[in-house]
């Protein structure tokens, strides 16, 4: 891995631009190959690489799985930093939304067993991803691949989380932000990726958003619309989370939890079991990656 040097990479076509960073296809010139590479534009940081860019770096190149994108290379040009990735042609968003792909139900399972076999592995790690969408996970080959860690950090222990640093609650794209995150909690643990992940699975069954909120208000609208308005019950410590602790606590009309086979009737009940586990209020008691790949949905 080159840390400094002149690329050896000829850009082919943009894939796609951020605030910070452009994506380019480009072709390695030493063994041809198509790579993907994140150009990162450092005039916006005072000092140099700004603290996201690093971390991403860091992280990813802890990182080596099947289900987890690869950081094959880095290079630094004209106070710019490129991370080159290995390519993939397709991604989760695209399927889903070309109504002309068929989907079995063997094929959803192979996808999320994918998705969350990649979570259980950063997660012990001690990583959160934090942006999980359906057009950040990758298809190459048929594998899929959780990509784009510009948001990732490492966390602390899930059952120490009064100890744990205050993170962001501005993060993941509003249709898969758990509502604990909608809620204002700064203290938080794997169990956001992993309502993420049953938002996009619910996404793969129904071919459409599940929750596509407006605004946060919106979503929580809702979510609470199909998982029941949370309180004390349901959701030990829901009336401490921070938007209700400064004095705003938010009025949202009294509805029972909803059937979640009324929603998805072609799903089977272990598919009904999973996802709804995944979509517990409650991120204490919402289901661990780990634990998910023990569910009898994978098993049968």
């Known amino acids: 891995m080159s840390l400094i040097g002149k690329s050896r990479y000829k850009k082919k076509a943009e894939l ?4 910070y960073a452009v994506v380019y296809l480009a072709q390695d010139q030493k ?9 990162i534009r450092m005039s916006h940081a005072k000092d140099g690489l700004d603290l ?6 860091k992280i990813l190149q802890e990182l080596s799985h099947p289900n987890v994108i690869s950081l094959c290379d880095l290079y630094i040009h004209k106070k710019n930093i490129s991370m080159v990735f290995e390519y993939c042609d397709n991604d989760l968003e695209k399927l889903i939304n070309n109504k002309e792909v068929i989907l079995e139900q063997r094929q959803v399972k192979e996808i999320m067993h994918q998705l969350i076999s990649g979570l259980e592995f950063i997660h012990t790690r001690w990583v959160l991803h934090r942006d999980l969408k359906p057009d950040n996970l990758l298809i190459k080959n048929n594998v899929l691949k959780i990509a784009d860690f510009g948001l990732a950090r490492y966390f602390g222990s899930p ?3 009064q100890k744990q640093a205050k993170y962001s609650n501005q993060v993941v794209t509003i249709w898969y932000r758990s509502p604990e995150l909608l809620l204002g909690a700064t203290k938080y643990s794997s169990a956001v990726d992993m309502w993420a992940a049953g938002c996009i699975f619910a996404e793969i069954l129904i071919r459409s958003p599940l929750f596509p909120g407006s605004d946060e208000i919106d979503q929580l609208s ?10 004390e019950k349901n959701w030990p410590g829901f009336s401490e989370l921070p938007i209700n602790k400064e004095g705003a606590i938010l009025e949202f009309p009294v509805k029972e939890p909803v059937q979640l086979k ?4 072609a799903a089977s009940e272990d598919t009904i079991d999973l996802l709804s586990k995944m979509l517990i209020l409650n991120p204490n008691k919402r289901i661990t990656a780990k634990e998910a790949l023990e569910h009898p949905y994978f098993k049968k």
Do not use: H, M, W, Y
């Not at 796609?16 to 605030?19: R, Y």
């Not at 063994?31 to 150009?39: D, E, P, R, S």
């Not at 996201?52 to 770096?57: K, Q």
């Not at 009324?262 to 009737?265: A, S, V, Y």
């Open 159 to 161: 059952s120490d989380l």
């Open 16 to 19: 796609g631009k951020g605030t």
């Open 52 to 57: 996201s860019a690093i971390r991403e770096l």
């Open 31 to 39: 063994t041809n190959q198509l790579v993907a590479i994140k150009k």
């Open 262 to 265: 009324t929603i998805f009737k």
């Open 222 to 231: 809702r979510i609470f619309a199909i998982t029941g308005t949370p309180n």
